[in-house]
Nanobody, 114 residues
Framework: QVQLVESGGGLVQPGGSLRLSCEAV???????MGWYRQAPGKQRELVAT???????NYADSVKGRFTISRGNAKNTVYLQMESLKPEDTAVYYC?????????WGQGTQVTVST
């Protein structure tokens, strides 16, 4: 049983910053963790991923603005979001992978608006 819990979403003005956090409760270390997002009427899309070894991957739309990192504690991941745009508005989901099994958090709302 794996439970992922996100926090840090909210309302921010364009150009602002937010930091999302995710902690996965599991007896094993997840191979990769990441963030996906889903805007109203759109499919869920990858935002950023990071493996236990450190390599990262970002969607083109967030490169240079978002930074993903893993915490010192096992199974924690963060997403630092800078220069936020209205098009970043979505529900952000934490994701974890372990030997092909996928685990998802419940999602946290990020709204970028004046």
């Amino acid at each position: 049983q794996v439970q992922l819990v996100e926090s840090g979403g909210g309302l921010v003005q364009p150009g602002g910053s937010l930091r999302l956090s995710c902690e996965a409760v599991a007896i094993f270390t997840l191979n990769a963790m990441g963030w996906y997002r889903q805007a109203p009427g759109k499919q869920r899309e990858l935002v950023a991923t990071i493996t236990t070894g450190g390599p990262t991957n970002y969607a083109d739309s967030v490169k240079g603005r978002f930074t993903i990192s893993r915490g010192n504690a096992k199974n924690t991941v963060y997403l630092q979001m800078e220069s936020l745009k209205p098009e970043d508005t979505a529900v952000y989901y934490c994701h974890g992978d372990w030997v092909g099994f996928n685990y998802w958090g419940q999602g946290t709302q990020v709204t970028v608006s004046t």
